[in-house]
């Protein structure tokens, strides 16, 4: 293992557990550091104990670059594979079943990784395709597409398409909801996308009956087609309380216009929770069962949901991104309007 290599793997696995965005990022400026310097030199500075003298390089990515120069599998590294290893449980079955992720980011938006290094991290999972979902203008914070920058990453898209078949990156957005409902992208565009994410990013304590009606006309547009982190809800650290909305109404809509409902499988979201999740159920919604990832490691995220589908005995079936890809797409094509 190179230095460049082991810091790659640290930083997915930071990644894999949730660390702080500034640890994750030290290893990534140590590993862009080591790609760009000649490895002569590198090996140099190593044996004459001056690798932190390199800018950026502290006591942790100096021992990874250390002992993988020496040869060896950093000891951070090994500590790493197993705090971070995610175990499934009664979802085994469903995990196996699924074909695809249907809400990812990249580094268009808020993501850390390009579209290319997300794709590869999943076709190593074992999926068959990965819909890509950056988010929309609207979420400035994030650093949403308009328009313009949609169609260039659909270019982008065709041409990784062409390298990476037969796997398949899907196109998409996970596109906000506005506090009217309507959606923050052009109806043209939206209808060019395999596959839309519609999410509330905003206002998220808005009353109960208006955030009702914001999710319902949102859920009625014929270009949405999962229901993306539907409380808004996170549950570590100082953690956010959910938004209020008549559920019932919202699943009705979901199941009315044949939307799926995610389960996220961010562990700081975990959303919906349970009870939701099981009225979902109740009216007969579809679900998707999606990591949010915004890194590659957390591709790996998914069991997380899986285990809450089977606690809750969710039918593969009903489970839309067990699906093929072609079949995905066609089901997304197909919602009746209002």
């Not at 590294?77 to 995610?86: C, N, Q, R, V, Y």
């Not at 998409?172 to 209808?191: K, R, Y």
């Not at 905003?202 to 949102?218: F, N």
Request: net charge negative.
């Amino acid at each position: 293992m190179n230095p460049s290599d082991a810091l790659d793997r640290v930083m997915y696995l930071l990644d894999r557990q949730l660390a702080p965005a500034p640890k994750v990022k030290a290893f990534e400026r140590a590993r862009d550091l080591v790609n760009e310097m000649d490895p002569d030199e590198l090996r140099t500075l190593h044996a004459e104990g001056r690798l932190k003298e390199l800018p950026g390089i502290g006591d942790s990515t100096g021992a990874v670059i250390a002992e993988a120069l020496e040869g060896k599998v950093p000891a951070y590294l090994t500590k790493l594979e197993e705090s971070s290893a995610i175990e499934i449980g009664e979802g085994e079955a469903i995990r196996a079943a699924l074909k695809g992720d249907c809400h990812t980011h990249s580094h268009w938006s808020d993501g850390g990784a390009p579209i290319a290094e997300m794709a590869k991290a999943a076709q190593a999972l074992g999926h068959e395709y990965l819909v890509m979902t950056d988010h929309s203008a609207r979420l400035t914070i994030a650093h949403g597409l308009s328009a313009e920058r949609l169609k260039k990453q659909l270019v982008e898209i065709d041409g990784l398409n062409e390298e990476l078949a037969p796997f398949r990156i899907l196109t998409g957005m996970e596109v906000d909801i506005l506090e009217d409902g309507a959606l923050d992208m052009t109806d043209e565009l939206l209808g060019r996308l395999d596959v839309v994410v519609a999410s509330v990013h905003s206002k998220l304590s808005m009353e109960r009956e208006a955030m009702t009606k914001r999710m319902v006309l949102a859920m009625a547009s014929p270009h949405t087609d999962i229901l993306g982190h539907c409380t808004g809800r996170k549950v570590v650290g100082r953690g956010r309380p959910q938004s209020k909305f008549d559920a019932e109404l919202v699943f009705a809509a979901c199941a009315r216009f044949d939307k799926a409902v995610e389960i996220n499988c961010r562990p700081e979201r975990q959303d919906p929770p349970e009870d939701l999740l099981q009225l979902a159920l109740d009216w007969g919604c579809k679900v998707s069962i999606d990591t949010d990832a915004h890194a590659p490691g957390q591709l790996e995220w998914q069991p997380y949901g899986c285990d809450k589908a089977a606690r809750l005995g969710i039918d593969a079936a009903n489970i839309v991104n067990t699906m093929a890809a072609d079949d995905l797409v066609a089901w997304a094509a197909s919602h009746p309007s209002q």
